[in-house]
């Protein structure tokens, strides 16, 4: 019964066991990356596609009002000026609450005649407040 007892050793799965613990713990870390990677990449998908969306309907808003000032009509937001024969219509269409389409068309001889696109772009309408303290070491 001696020799029993000393012939029966236990499995020797110390080591394995760890390595096994180890890849499983890495891949689950890996998972946990990829899946906020994922989701970060959808609220980048998303803020981008609300920004085309707006700007789109803003660009198709002001379409509508060039239409309206080319048939001689003059639409609510539109200001006009006028200079001996050219006439500017200025009016600005929003994209997001923090931009806006700027519009500057220029009517050669009145509203409805030759026209001239002067500025379509996309301005910033939000508060820029710049950071005024700059952190400089003074030699004490």
């Not at 609300?50 to 060039?66: F, R, S, W």
């Not at 000026?81 to 700027?102: D, F, H, M, P």
Request: hydrophobic share 40%; with cysteine.
């Amino acid at each position: 019964m001696n020799e029993e007892k000393r012939k029966f050793s236990p499995p020797a799965v110390g080591g394995s066991s760890l390595l096994v613990i180890f890849a499983v713990l890495c891949l689950t870390i890996f998972a946990l990356l990829s899946m906020s990677t994922v989701q970060a990449d959808g609220r980048l998908a998303n803020a981008a596609n609300d920004a085309i969306t707006g700007y789109y309907a803003a660009d198709t808003q002001a379409e509508e009002i060039l239409a309206r000032l080319r048939n001689g009509e003059v639409p609510e937001g539109v200001t006009l000026s006028e200079n001996g024969e050219l006439t500017a219509a200025t009016y600005v269409c929003t994209i997001s609450k923090s931009q806006q389409l700027a519009v500057t068309v220029i009517f050669h001889g009145g509203l409805g005649d030759d026209y001239e696109i002067r500025t379509w772009q996309s301005v910033s309408t939000a508060n820029w407040d710049p950071d005024q303290h700059l952190n400089v070491w003074d030699g004490t």
